[in-house]
Nanobody, 124 residues
Framework: QLAASGGGSVQAGGSLRLSCVITEYYYSNYCLGWFRQAPGKEREGVAAVDNDGNASYADSVKGRFTISKDSAKENLYLQMNSLKTEDTAMYFC????????????????????WGQGTQVSVSS
């Protein structure tokens, strides 16, 4: 089970931190990632992390977003800084084999296990 939270409304240039509570099975056995889907657009991968904390990011968020894990709480986070209006979307956390999800393993942002989304709205 995965459950995301932390979305909200913020002005451009602001920050938000998304959280995802993940059951131990997914936390320990899969790579984890964040995806987003804007209205009228396809879902896209944003960030992925493996069990060792090695991360990959979409070009559109590099240098602004940071994915991290808290092993004690079995939580996944996405720290989003310098937000832009184009970051407005529903954000989802997900789990999958690293070879399908994580670009560092040759993955292509594929995922099978999803949490419910949390809405992020960035205004100008």
């Amino acid at each position: 089970q995965l459950a995301a939270s932390g979305g909200g409304s913020v002005q451009a240039g602001g920050s938000l931190r998304l959280s995802c509570v993940i059951t131990e099975y997914y936390y320990s056995n899969y790579c984890l990632g964040w995806f987003r889907q804007a209205p009228g657009k396809e879902r896209e991968g944003v960030a992925a992390v493996d069990n060792d904390g090695n991360a990959s990011y979409a070009d559109s968020v590099k240098g602004r977003f940071t994915i991290s894990k808290d092993s004690a709480k079995e939580n996944l986070y996405l720290q989003m800084n310098s937000l832009k209006t184009e970051d407005t979307a529903m954000y989802f956390c997900a789990a999958e084999s690293c070879y399908l999800l994580h670009p560092g393993y040759g993955g292509r942002w594929k995922a099978s296990y999803w949490g419910q989304g949390t809405q992020v709205s960035v205004s100008s």
